[in-house]
């Protein structure tokens, strides 16, 4: 099943792009071993409804390796910041590919290695003379060969050896900082080789996913791009009744809602199962229904068949408010952006009301049929991340902390009683290998909290983690409630053995309004005294999202001149008495 | 069906459906390159509910062509 647009839309379409920009921008480069024409058009199409200005590039047709390994191509003077290199196993196995046993398993195994070596050394080639990002894809296994039923039982044949290029390609790029692989095999298996490979555009174009599927190749390279600009959205809003069970609690009771083993109701217990793989990764669940309190709650604490549970949803609003209320309460509960949020509702007319009156808020169209929720989630680009970090698999169990942590904030009227009772502590360290995807993450997500909103891609932060003229640091935070991991970022550029500049700093919304900002401020100015720095300063970039942070410099005692902040260091300041530190 | 055959053109080939005339082709229509070409038959085969053999492909040099392989498969132009 193929829901895309066609190819002349995105062609057609593209054409009335020309002038227009969009607040995110991105620079793609398209390498190839076949032709690609159009797929250009359909990322820079599906780049705007998302509010990306994509600019494209595309290889001459098959130059790939030209492209990559002369340092004054166009491709390197195009500066791009993500590359897709997509490569077939017709290109690469060439004649082994219709006659695999032309060669004995020996030679076999030696044509594979000999493979991947090249391959390694046009991407080291890329990797030291670009600091883009390379989404590289595995290769497609055919489903039929000319050795036709007789070949899988025949030693080492074609697939195996598709198979074992593709486990040590993957293998070589595991914990690559800046090699992404795509699944190209599955991509094919997902819609059917029959459907992609056209034998009548090959012959005639070289053309290897064909012109009605293109669009969905396009689609999946989207997920790379949306994750590589920290696009991804975090929270996922969901309505009860006909979303995650069958039937209607208030009127079906208890009993009556279709939630278990039988159609339908094993459709919404697969659904279910998908949104707890996306809890499990970092994305938040809340709910938003218009039930009687306890005629939902029930079914979520009680029901046998329930697969999420109570403590899956970081915030819970069952009432009879209207939606958009409930979401911006949510938003409240959570501290993020709506921006951040995606709605999922049975109810057309609840989308519709969410999406005319929040327009930040993705409301997707769910199918009407339950059968199709599970792969409708599943297939969504929003959710797409490169890299899951260890708070992103503790995230739900922090929102829940978080819950509590409000709980005794209401109880404490005063603030700065309220952060000794959380026994807050921080820990400052310098950025190494193991705490640079998530520094990466919060330098490309943090919108609210952030002093100057400069976006750096890993692997320039790599680099400034080795340049003695720059301190990269990350801040854990723990109180009493639980470690809410890294939720803070700065970056020092040392300008002179004088001036220190503040380039970055930022904190994750999930520790803000705890005067982490103040005990960051104290550890630079303290460090910098220690090396006779003179005088700290810092600029404050105002963007639509982060007024949170803009009161930060004037009352840390900066004073303005021109365009910058400054402080002047006099002496050792002491951290406040609800701060323990550590170093 | 001139019309429907008509419209597809315009939009491939981002013209005006009133600058079309039947002897047009890869010659004389600016954006008719090689891969633009595939786009169109494409279009057409989705329009039309029809496929071309490769051969009937490579034969497309003025829509005159199109026109003659469209009523080989049974679409009528009058």
């Not at chain 1, 915030?315 to 939606?323: A, L, T, Y």
């Not at chain 1, 169990?397 to 952060?419: I, V």
């Amino acid at each position: 099943m193929n829901s895309e647009k066609t190819l002349s839309y995105f062609i057609n379409k593209s054409n009335e792009l020309v002038g227009k920009s969009f607040p995110k921008k991105i620079k793609i480069a398209l390498l190839s071993s076949f032709t690609i024409n159009g797929l250009k058009e359909i990322i820079q199409v599906k780049s705007s409804e998302l509010n990306i200005s994509a600019s494209v590039y595309e290889s001459p047709y098959n130059q790939y390796s030209q492209e990559i390994l002369n340092k004054n191509s166009s491709f390197y003077k195009f500066k791009p910041d993500i590359v897709f290199l997509i490569i077939d196993s017709r290109t690469i196995f060439d004649e082994l590919y219709h006659f695999p046993f032309s060669k004995s398993i020996q030679q076999k195994k030696i044509f594979i290695d000999e493979k991947i070596l090249e391959l390694k050394n046009l991407i080291n080639y890329f990797v030291s003379n670009s600091d883009a990002t390379m989404v590289l894809s595995n290769l497609n296994v055919p489903s039929s060969s000319s050795y036709g039923i007789s070949e899988s039982k025949l030693e080492y044949n074609l697939s195996e050896m598709i198979q074992e290029f593709n486990t040590k390609l993957i293998s070589n790029y595991k914990k690559s900082e800046k090699i992404e692989i795509l699944n190209f095999n599955s991509f094919i298996s997902k819609f059917g080789e029959e459907n992609i490979f056209d034998p009548r555009q090959y012959f005639f174009g070289d053309i290897r996913i064909s012109m009605i599927f293109l669009p969905c190749f396009g689609q999946e390279l989207m997920k790379f791009i949306v994750s590589f600009l920290g696009l991804t959205k975090k929270c996922l809003v969901l309505d009860l009744d006909n979303t995650l069970w069958g039937g209607i609690v208030g009127e079906d009771g208890f009993n009556g809602i279709k939630l278990g083993p039988e159609p339908p109701g094993n459709a919404f217990l697969e659904f279910q199962k998908t949104l707890l793989s996306l809890n499990q990764q970092g994305i938040i669940l809340a709910i938003n229904s218009k039930n009687n309190f306890e005629d939902g709650i029930q079914i979520i604490r009680e029901h046998p068949y329930m697969i999420l549970k109570e403590n899956n949803f970081s915030s819970i609003r069952i009432n009879w408010h209207d939606k958009v209320s409930n979401i911006k309460e949510i938003a409240k509960d959570l501290n993020i952006g709506l921006d951040s949020f995606v709605f999922l509702d049975d109810d057309k007319v609840n989308r519709e009301f969410v999406k005319s009156v929040l327009p930040e808020v993705y409301v997707p169209e769910l199918p009407d049929d339950p059968s199709l929720y599970s792969k409708f989630l599943l297939n969504m680009i929003e959710f797409s991340h490169l890299k899951i970090t260890e708070e992103d698999k503790q995230r739900a169990k922090m929102y829940t902390q978080q819950k509590m942590r409000s709980e005794l904030q209401n109880s404490t009227p005063d603030l700065k009683a309220f952060l000794k009772k959380l026994n807050l502590k921080i820990i400052i360290k310098k950025v190494d290998a193991f705490s640079l995807p998530r520094v990466s993450q919060l330098i490309l997500k943090t919108n609210q909290f952030n002093l100057t909103t400069k976006r750096y891609k890993e692997s320039e932060i790599s680099t400034m983690m080795t340049d003695p003229n720059f301190f990269v640091g990350y801040v854990n935070v723990e109180d009493k409630f639980g470690d809410n991991g890294i939720t803070g970022v700065f970056i020092i550029k040392k300008e002179s053995k004088l001036i220190w500049n503040i380039d970055t700093l930022l904190l994750s919304c999930r520790v803000m309004g705890r005067d982490i900002e103040k005990g960051i401020f104290i550890y630079i100015v303290n460090k910098a005294k220690k090396e006779n720095v003179k005088q700290i300063k810092s600029q404050f970039i105002p963007t639509q999202k982060n007024k949170p942070i803009e009161d930060f410099l004037p009352n840390s005692n900066f004073k303005k001149q021109d365009d910058h902040w400054i402080y002047m260091i006099k002496s050792i300041l002491p951290y406040p008495d609800y701060l323990d530190l550590e170093i | 069906m001139s019309k429907k055959l008509y419209e597809i053109i315009s939009k491939v080939m981002n013209i005006p459906i009133s600058s079309i005339d039947d002897s047009m082709g890869p010659e004389n229509i600016e954006n008719w390159t090689s891969f633009n070409g595939y786009v169109l038959l494409h279009e057409l085969e989705t329009g039309f509910d029809v496929k071309f053999t490769i051969n009937e492909a490579m034969d497309v040099t003025t829509i005159i062509d199109i026109k003659k392989h469209l009523k080989n498969k049974g679409i009528s132009f009058d």
